[in-house]
């Protein structure tokens, strides 16, 4: 029995993994089949108008389908039940004066004259134009027919108590097969009043006529539906394709223009809504192309101008870099007021310098010149580098740096040099903008990712800050005087070096929480990324006040 009971249980398991398998096969054919439709329903506004046009009039019509023939039906058979009842009062008449001069229900002419009334009243059966008309007693034990075929099967005991027992006229419909497929018949009794006994006279009437008439105006019906269905769908087809065409060309000649085809425009056809929307997209078109040439011009001329100046200033501040380096030399032998004046002098120089080196910078990204020198290298040092040098302008401060590098050596393929300007240019601003708060900057990695963060505790970002901090000359305090901070190109170029190594530079910042900054670079040169190895909302920040800006603004790709 044990053995009985494993067979049984082993034939359930592969059953069962039997079904699962032509589940999943169903199931992945139905997606195939799915798949391509539920794009198309997605993508194309024709589709849906002209499907939910067709399932909708398809509703409609086989509802209207199903209540003109089930009514169309019952009319049919109304009529056959109203006429078969008339006529059958007629032949309940008859047969009841034929019976009338009869008291002895045994007697051999009774039953002589049943078969003659029902053989007169049948008019020769249905193939006549009459009917099937059964004539019996309640006592008899057989049915007296004119037919050659037996009709009992047609009258049900329910319809024969009813007729003999109650004496009422009843009818019913029942189907039956003589040999010629099933048919339906109308069976109708009625009670026959005689001086001898019970007599009930059946009147039975096939359906076919009924029924073929009644398919006929089903099919009518459905055939009417089914073109009016397909005559729907068209003229929603055609119709749709009417607006959506027009909708599809402004959509084509817009992804254009976005493109830079500033000279794409639609046709305009007639003067109605669609041709006012073509003349509409038309003129915005033209005034869209009118400003960005403007602006293209501005900022050709402004490139220009950057280039021009920068190149132009760097020969008279070579001749006067040399002047003060030659008299902040000798400021020991000058009076202390000149001596203070030297050192002015030479700092102001040193800054003058920078902004020259940040706009000359600049016009190389903005001329396309600016080229990647990628090459494996150790971001541990080159972070700890830059810390060190900071060391002097972080002390002055007051600001601790706190460094979290990994113990062993993070190798990627990145330019060294641009990548020790953007950190020093992101520890720089922390250290300024920490309020004399630490400053921490942590370096992780993965397989696909380095990324370095720098967090500072001053006094944060405002809502939208996040988006304008690596703006151009943009500075978060305006009032501040001109003395403190850089020259607000940092931000901008560490940017662009983030973009020319294919990376992201992102920030985030809240009020009173601090800033963090992080940038994210590939491993190997040129791969794409999909995540950062490290956080840029810290751990710390309260939950309802940070801003976390991704690859709507900041993210930026090769």
């Known amino acids: 029995m044990a053995v009985d009971t494993r067979s049984v249980t082993a034939l359930?398991?592969?059953?069962?993994?039997?079904?699962?398998?032509?589940?999943?096969?169903?199931?992945?054919?139905?997606?195939v089949v799915a798949g391509?439709?539920?794009?198309?329903?997605?993508?194309?506004?024709?589709?849906?108008?002209?499907?939910?046009?067709?399932?909708?009039?398809?509703?409609?019509v086989s509802s209207f389908a199903y209540l003109v023939a089930t009514q169309s039906t019952n009319i049919l058979l109304e009529r056959t039940k109203n006429a078969a009842a008339k006529q059958l009062q007629v032949d309940t008449d008859y047969a009841a004066e034929q019976l009338g001069g009869y008291s002895q229900e045994f007697d051999q002419q009774v039953q002589t004259s049943m078969r003659n009334?029902?053989?007169?009243l049948s008019r020769g059966g249905p193939d006549q134009g009459g009917a099937i008309v059964v004539l019996t007693a309640s006592r008899f034990v057989n049915l007296d027919t004119a037919q050659t075929f037996d009709a009992t099967p047609l009258i049900s005991e329910d319809l024969a108590r009813s007729v003999g027992g109650e004496r009422r006229v009843s009818s019913q419909?029942?189907?039956?097969?003589?040999?010629?497929?099933?048919?339906?018949?109308?069976?109708?009794?009625?009670?026959?009043?005689?001086?001898?006994?019970?007599?009930?006279?059946?009147?039975?009437?096939?359906?076919?006529?009924?029924?073929?008439?009644?398919?006929?105006?089903?099919?009518?019906?459905?055939?009417?539906?089914?073109?009016?269905?397909?005559?729907?769908?068209?003229?929603?087809?055609?119709v749709t394709r009417l607006v959506v065409r027009p909708v599809r060309v402004a959509a084509r000649?817009?992804?254009?223009?976005?493109?830079?085809?500033?000279?794409?425009?639609?046709?305009?056809?007639?003067?109605?809504?669609?041709?006012?929307?073509?003349?509409?997209?038309?003129?915005?078109?033209t005034n869209l192309q009118r400003q960005i040439v403007r602006l293209e011009e501005m900022s050709r001329l402004q490139r220009r101008f950057t280039s021009d100046v920068s190149h132009e200033l760097r020969t008279p501040l070579t001749t006067v870099r040399m002047a003060a380096d030659l008299i902040f030399a000798e400021r020991d032998e000058f009076d202390p007021a000149v001596a203070r004046a030297a050192e002015l002098l030479q700092a102001e120089l040193d800054r003058?310098?920078?902004?020259?080196?940040?706009?000359?910078?600049?016009?190389?990204?903005?001329?396309?010149?600016?080229?990647?020198d990628a090459e494996p290298t150790d971001l541990v040092p080159v972070v700890r580098r830059v810390v060190e040098r900071l060391d002097g302008v972080s002390a002055r401060a007051g600001v601790p740096v706190e460094l979290k590098v990994p113990e062993n050596a993070v190798i990627a393929e990145v330019d060294p040099r641009r990548v020790?300007?953007?950190?020093?240019?992101?520890?720089?601003?922390?250290?300024?903008?920490?309020?004399?708060?630490?400053?921490?900057?942590?370096?992780g990695a993965d397989e696909s990712a380095v990324a370095v963060t720098v967090r500072d505790h001053g006094i944060g970002l405002r809502p939208g800050e996040e988006k304008l901090v690596f703006n151009r000359f943009w500075r978060a305090d305006p009032s501040r005087?001109?003395?403190?901070?850089g020259t607000g190109l940092g931000l901008s170029i560490s940017l662009e070096d983030a973009r020319l190594h294919g990376g992201w530079l992102e920030a985030w910042g809240a009020p009173g929480q601090g800033a963090q900054f992080r940038l994210t670079l590939p491993v190997r040169a040129g791969d794409r990324l999909t995540s950062s190895p490290l956080r840029l909302v810290p751990a710390d920040a309260v939950p309802g006040h940070a801003v976390e800006t991704h690859s709507a603004s900041l993210e930026v790709t090769a």
């Open 12 to 31: 359930g398991a592969r059953a069962l993994a039997a079904a699962h398998e032509l589940w999943r096969r169903a199931a992945r054919r139905g997606a």
């Open 420 to 443: 020790e300007r953007i950190l020093r240019n992101l520890v720089g601003n922390a250290v300024e903008h920490s309020e004399g708060r630490p400053v921490s900057v942590a370096l």
């Open 173 to 238: 419909i029942r189907t039956h097969d003589f040999g010629a497929g099933p048919t339906k018949y109308l069976v109708t009794g009625s009670p026959v009043p005689t001086g001898f006994g019970q007599v009930e006279l059946y009147y039975i009437v096939p359906l076919k006529t009924e029924d073929q008439t009644a398919g006929q105006i089903r099919t009518m019906v459905l055939l009417t539906g089914a073109a009016l269905v397909i005559l729907l769908g068209v003229l929603s087809a055609l």
């Open 253 to 285: 000649t817009a992804q254009r223009l976005s493109a830079g085809l500033l000279d794409q425009r639609m046709a305009v056809h007639g003067e109605d809504d669609l041709a006012l929307l073509a003349a509409s997209f038309n003129q915005m078109a």
């Open 481 to 485: 005087a001109r003395q403190t901070g």
């Open 117 to 120: 009334i029902a053989s007169y």
């Open 36 to 60: 391509p439709l539920h794009h198309t329903w997605r993508r194309s506004l024709h589709f849906r108008v002209v499907a939910i046009t067709l399932v909708t009039s398809s509703l409609l």
């Open 352 to 372: 003058f310098e920078g902004l020259l080196t940040d706009l000359l910078e600049i016009s190389r990204f903005d001329a396309g010149f600016a080229m990647l």
